[in-house]
């Protein structure tokens, strides 16, 4: 079994493999010298500690999106941690209802939300995804992609629903551009109003029988919110503003398509992982831009990455990419498109590689010292610090 906290390192110099392996080994330099700084955050990283089992009493499972609470609102205090289930307790997959809430100050998690699995307004029901929000006007939104029977065969469009801060639905967003969103949503929030960025990748999808074809159908939606005191969000405009992705119906995962969603800093860039391609790809001007960028441009490819999933930002800028075909999170330099290292986070040797299919959800902490991911494959939420 692997180390769970070692690292695979990207190609180097041969000066810079050396420094970095007597760093990882935790060796000492002579007396006087130098530490060597860490080159990146995953470098800083020493524990995996598990939290909580995500299971609530209705059995559901499979936890996929995970979102640090901005605000203490109803049954929500600030930090707390929302988790949703994608699967139901009989493991189909698209027929999960529920998110759960793990408070970190008493490290107990209780139930938010049991969302009706026949929703009206939602096209095919609720089955939810890893694309979910809390706002700081307390509004939590999420999305569904939906199955009556566990597969892609019977797969609805579905929705994003919208409930107030005590988990209680209050309505529904659907209209033609929204087809199953899937990957961690991407927000920017004023209060008053809020843009949210999500990945489709319903379009074109059918069987999973056979070998299904990859359909370059799926797309990034920009949703421009209006909120009003008091009154749940609506959407003021919508673009399309990234297209052409692949998208596949999958036996074993339901559906594989881009999935993690990031802005930089100064909200110029939205990087994209395509699971597809084993890339990271780059979004200009996602706030303002009124057109597609298409799959927009390649940040990086294969490499490290090995069907890149849920995405973050650490502070330092890099962006932290959780693999699907490995237990491991990736860190990249965005400057550079540089892959930095692959930290298995995940080492379960019942799957092959390792923690293979385990990783959905990843959430940076609120002191941004760690970071929050799932285990799938235990159903349990785990502390990376």
């Not at 049991?114 to 095919?124: A, D, F, H, M, V």
């Amino acid at each position: 079994m692997k180390n769970p906290f070692s690292f695979s390192i990207a190609h180097r110099t041969h000066g810079g493999r050396l420094a970095a392996t007597a760093l990882l080994l935790g060796l000492t330099a002579a007396a006087g010298a130098a530490h060597a700084a860490p080159q990146g955050f995953l470098e800083t990283l020493h524990h995996n500690t598990t939290l909580i089992n995500t299971v609530p009493d209705n059995g559901d499972q499979n936890p996929y999106a995970i979102f640090v609470a901005p605000v203490s609102a109803g049954t929500v205090k600030k930090d707390d941690v929302l988790v949703d289930n994608f699967n139901n307790s009989a493991n189909l997959q698209g027929t999960g209802s529920t998110i759960v809430d793990y408070h970190p100050d008493t490290k107990k998690m209780t139930l938010f939300a049991t969302i009706p699995r026949e929703l009206k307004g939602c096209p095919g029901g609720i089955g939810l995804s890893t694309a979910m929000v809390m706002l700081k006007s307390g509004w939590v939104i999420v999305g569904s992609t939906p199955s009556n029977d566990g597969t892609t065969d019977t797969k609805g469009a579905g929705c994003l629903v919208v409930l107030d801060s005590s988990g209680k639905v209050n309505s529904v967003i659907s209209n033609p551009n929204i087809n199953d969103p899937w990957g961690n949503m991407a927000v920017v929030d004023n209060g008053a109003s809020a843009t949210l960025f999500l990945s489709n990748a319903g379009f074109g999808i059918g069987s999973a029988k056979g070998e299904p074809p990859v359909v370059k159908q799926a797309t990034v939606l920009r949703l421009d919110l209006d909120i009003p005191a008091g009154q749940p969000p609506v959407v003021k405009q919508q673009s399309v503003i990234g297209s052409g992705f692949g998208a596949q119906a999958d036996k074993g995962v339901f559906l594989i398509g881009p999935t993690g969603l990031a802005l930089s800093p100064d909200r110029k860039k939205l990087y994209v992982s395509d699971a597809i391609s084993d890339s990271v790809n780059v979004i200009d001007d996602p706030l303002t831009r009124s057109d597609s960028a298409g799959m927009g441009r390649t940040l990086t490819k294969d490499g490290l990455l090995h069907r890149p999933l849920a995405m973050t930002m650490p502070p330092d800028g890099h962006l932290l990419v959780t693999n699907a075909l490995n237990g491991q999170v990736v860190e990249i330099d965005p400057e550079t498109g540089k892959q930095l290292y692959a930290r298995w986070i995940n080492v379960d040797r019942a799957q092959t590689p390792p923690g293979s299919g385990d990783l959905f959800g990843i959430a940076m902490t609120p002191e941004r010292d760690g970071f929050y991911y799932v285990a799938d494959d235990v159903n349990t939420l785990v502390l990376a610090k």
